[in-house]
T-cell receptor
């Protein structure tokens, strides 16, 4: 079993909709979780991190963590075409193990 | 410079040749990482340096891969006897070390390695 798993997508949503991206991890000892966004041909950039069970909101982005289910998700409200990118889940700092990423396409 | 600098940006080599990839981290960042990203794939952890501690080499795929970090700054990733499956984008990232034991990663633009 891979350490971090994500649906590869592509996930297509219409502009203005909510995009839901999911990530599961295998190490029950994981404490901190990260979402990076990677535009095509560019390097990843951090958009959110979470380490407590529950929700964490930052603008249009909400990260949700359920350690019992070993599940972390990212919700993007009011999706925009500029949100079209690959979203990478990462766990276990300081090593940072990344999932394969989910490609999101927001359709105008 | 203001960001993480990697060179070369592109490298084409023949199978069996050795290559060296360079990373110049953000000044003052104590942590330095190398990742590999194959086309359409996620980031594969290779190696992690933190200050003067022994590096975490657990992600290096074979003994053909090695890395060093001189003076706690610049790092070089060396791939000996390259194989076609080594073709990928090699990304370097640096990070300051926060009180919680981690900080966000700042990535360079990567080196696109093509092994013919």
């Amino acid at each position: 079993q891979k350490e971090v798993e994500q649906n590869s997508g592509p996930l297509s949503v219409p502009e203005g909709a909510i995009a839901s991206l999911n990530c599961t991890y295998s190490d029950r000892g994981s404490q901190s979780f990260f979402w990076y966004r990677q535009y095509s041909g560019k390097s990843p950039e951090l958009i959110m991190f979470i380490y407590s069970n529950g929700d964490k909101e930052d603008g249009r982005f909400t990260a949700q963590l359920n350690k019992a289910s070993q599940y972390v998700s990212l919700l993007i409200r009011d999706s925009q075409p500029s949100d079209s990118a690959t979203y990478l889940c990462a766990v276990n700092p300081p090593r940072f193990v990344f999932g394969p990423g989910t490609r999101l396409s927001v359709l105008p | 410079g203001a960001g993480v600098s990697q060179s070369p940006s592109n490298k084409v080599t023949e199978k069996g040749k050795d290559v060296e990839l360079r990373c110049d981290p953000i000044s003052g960042h104590t942590a330095l990482y190398w990742y590999r990203q194959s086309l359409g794939q996620g980031l594969e952890f290779l190696i992690y340096f933190q200050g003067n501690s022994a590096p975490d080499k657990s992600g290096l795929p074979s003994d053909r891969f090695s890395a060093e970090r001189t003076g706690g700054s610049v790092s070089t990733l060396t791939i000996q006897r390259t194989q076609q499956e080594d073709s990928a984008v090699y990304l370097c990232a640096s990070s300051p070390m926060g009180r919680q034991g981690w900080e966000k990663l700042f990535f360079g633009s990567g080196t696109q390695l093509s092994v013919l």
